[in-house]
């Protein structure tokens, strides 16, 4: 095995890619994937499964179109549900994706160069089906336009000091923003799939989403002007998403909900479970298509690391929650407290911290970051885990608030679960045709790690 | 080499290079020999090409700014007019020019308005879509988003004369010079 052979290198961590490559063969490896591979018998019938799996989708929408939100389990006093519940879970997910792109962009880990592309791509995935729920919670969701500020005959305006008009700018925005920030990091690749396709329909599809790219060297200039200030954009955004959305559930009053904590506890959360998500769909894509020289173990292990930072404010989150139960001498917080530990959910609770606390402790060893298998196993575990979370915060604290007189139980219903199950259908279709339609690692920027593409100082000719 | 009747016209000469590095070095040379209108292509994006072909005016920036200025002025100038003018709703007794409510919306509109325009207005400074170009008429540019490196002297350049910059640009080392037909 090459493993054995002992290479002294700077750092003993694995490299970003693995060496040999050139500029042509990055290329050739990537952009294959799109336009040489042929499509497998075992692609069609995973894609038949989750397109199916995505159709469930539209029947419990149709038929929720139909009926109404009466299908589900909502009730009074949880009028919240597994909606909202899917929307926060998918939406932290998405975070990760611009966290890569962005963030790691400003602090320069070229690491993620490997990752960003369909990191990206998750977070526009995970957003669409996000988006889907707070629509279809509304009940009558082809008034869902009223939600945005325009001139109407109604003469009616939102009111601009409600959390949930800001969720409507922010998720909106978020989405927007994460959609041009991936069509600019694609524009380069395009031009690169349009120059190697060989059939005249691909190359004029290509051709058409390049726009006449062309790489010269004043358009280059500009595009990293502008991608580096669409980076310095996106950071405080994505920030800014999570800390909207956990604002619908701390300016109410509901106990468990009214905390200061909320806005770095649901952004590092987001981040935690969309790493795991990350890690989820990279660890069978690059194993599937062979992508192991670019996607390496350095790449596994620091976001298995990433997941161990987030995981322990998470922790914290968790541990001031019980503590402010505590000393804020609030008996509707000691309640909840009392209520999570103790009540009908008590299981879920307990479930929780296991996915989200106990079990990631793992991640401490090396053994458990660089082990495909295991990591995989442990990102599936956090997914569960950071779903449970959002079931605790939005159901514990709705079914038992003030007033025991209206106290109640929340039993999702098989529409429910298709709904859920189906957006996770859509987000896997959609993942499924990305990898075969798009390059999923950015070409141009791989290009960039490779120590050809440094121009010594002393190269440059000065007078 | 006869001229093709199909082209009236020659767009410039192209010049072909297997590094970054000496592409860099020939842009330089290429410049201070006194041609202005030049351009450099490259499959990434290298740092000191843009200077060296003598660009330093980015205007990206400026128009962010912009961009993200009008967004927020008018993100928070929409709330306060529907909020304080138009449609003014008391809630909980709040002040109906309630900005600590506002920040959010101006933020989210700063960001939109302004990522936006970074990126229609780098599209729109580099003249894209382009549906024609004339660098596409060489064979092999397709090697530009690829691996290979080039350098073209515009024939609209005062200094160019077709014998005359072929051999200049023949004494870079180019692994091959075409002529660009426009």
């Known amino acids: ?463 | 080499m006869s001229e093709s009747p199909v082209y009236s016209s020659v767009y410039g000469l192209m010049a072909e290079f297997d590094s970054a590095q000496e592409l860099v070095q020939a842009a330089h040379k290429t410049h201070e020999a006194g041609y202005k209108k030049i351009d450099a292509y490259s499959p990434f994006p290298i740092e000191g090409l843009a200077e060296a072909i003598g660009f330093h005016k980015n205007r990206v920036p400026l128009v962010v700014l912009i961009g993200g200025l009008i967004g927020g002025l008018s993100g928070y100038m929409l709330q306060y007019w529907v909020a304080a003018i138009t449609y003014p709703t008391n809630v909980g007794g709040r002040p109906f020019h309630s900005w600590p409510s506002f920040i959010i919306v101006t933020f989210e509109m700063t960001i939109l308005f302004g990522g936006l325009s970074a990126v229609f207005g780098m599209l729109a400074l580099n003249g894209l879509p382009m549906p024609y170009h004339p660098v596409f008429n060489v064979p092999e540019f397709r090697q530009a988003s690829e691996s290979k490196f080039f350098l073209v002297v515009f024939s609209s350049d005062p200094k160019y004369d077709s014998a005359g910059t072929r051999s200049f640009l023949q004494g870079l080392a180019p692994r091959m010079i075409a002529e660009v037909p426009s």
């Open chain 1, 1 to 463: 095995m090459a493993t054995d052979i002992q290479i002294p290198l700077p750092d003993r961590r694995a490299p970003v890619i693995e060496p040999g490559h050139t500029f042509s063969t990055v290329t050739e490896k990537i952009s294959n994937i799109v336009l040489k591979r042929p499509i497998s018998l075992a692609w069609i019938v995973g894609f038949l499964v989750v397109f199916s799996i995505m159709n469930m989708l539209g029947v419990a929408l149709g038929y929720l179109f139909i009926k109404g939100t009466g299908i589900w389990g909502i009730n009074i006093p949880v009028g919240w549900g597994f909606a909202i519940v899917n929307f926060v879970w998918w939406i932290g997910i998405g975070h990760a994706g611009t966290l890569i792109s962005a963030i790691l962009c400003l602090l320069r880990q070229t690491w993620r160069n490997s990752i960003n592309r369909f990191a990206e791509a998750m977070t526009l995935f995970a957003v669409a089906c996000a988006g889907t729920f707070p629509l279809a919670h509304m009940g009558r969701p082809w008034l869902g336009y009223w939600l945005f500020p325009y001139p109407n005959t109604m003469n009616y305006w939102p009111n601009f000091r409600s959390p949930l008009v800001w969720d409507v700018f922010a998720v909106s925005t978020y989405f927007t923003i994460s959609l041009v920030f991936w069509f600019t990091g694609l524009i380069p690749d395009l031009a690169t799939l349009r120059d190697r396709a060989e059939h005249p329909w691909v190359q004029r599809l290509y051709g058409i989403l390049a726009m006449g790219w062309r790489g010269s060297a004043r358009h280059w200039h500009r595009y990293e002007t502008a991608y580096l200030l669409l980076a310095g954009l996106s950071t405080p955004l994505v920030l800014s998403v999570h800390t909207v959305v956990s604002f619908d559930f701390a300016v109410g009053i509901v106990p468990g909900w009214h905390t200061t904590i909320f806005p770095p506890y649901f952004v590092a959360g987001a981040i935690y479970s969309g790493f795991a998500m990350v890690l989820c769909l990279a660890i069978p894509i690059r194993a599937i298509y062979g992508l192991e020289d670019f996607i390496t173990e350095r790449h596994l292990e620091t976001s298995a690391k990433v997941m161990l930072a987030t995981h322990l404010i998470v922790a914290y989150g968790y541990g001031m929650e019980a503590f402010m139960g505590w000393y804020s001498g609030n008996k509707f917080d000691s309640f909840l407290m009392w209520n999570r530990l103790h009540g009908p959910y008590q299981f879920w609770y307990f479930a929780l911290l296991a996915c989200n606390i106990v079990i990631p402790q793992l991640l401490w060893l090396k053994k458990f970051r660089v082990s495909t298998g295991w990591l995989w196993l442990l990102s599936f575990i956090v997914l569960v885990g950071m779903w449970l979370e959002r079931f605790i915060i939005v159901v514990v604290s709705l079914t038992r608030d003030f007033q025991n007189s209206s106290w109640g139980q929340y039993y999702p219903t098989k529409w429910d679960w298709m709904t859920y199950i189906g957006t996770i259908g859509l987000f896997l279709t959609a993942m499924w045709l990305f990898v075969r339609i798009l390059p999923m690692i950015s070409i141009f920027e791989l290009r960039q790690l490779l120590p050809e593409a440094h121009v010594p100082e002393a190269a440059e000719v000065k007078e």
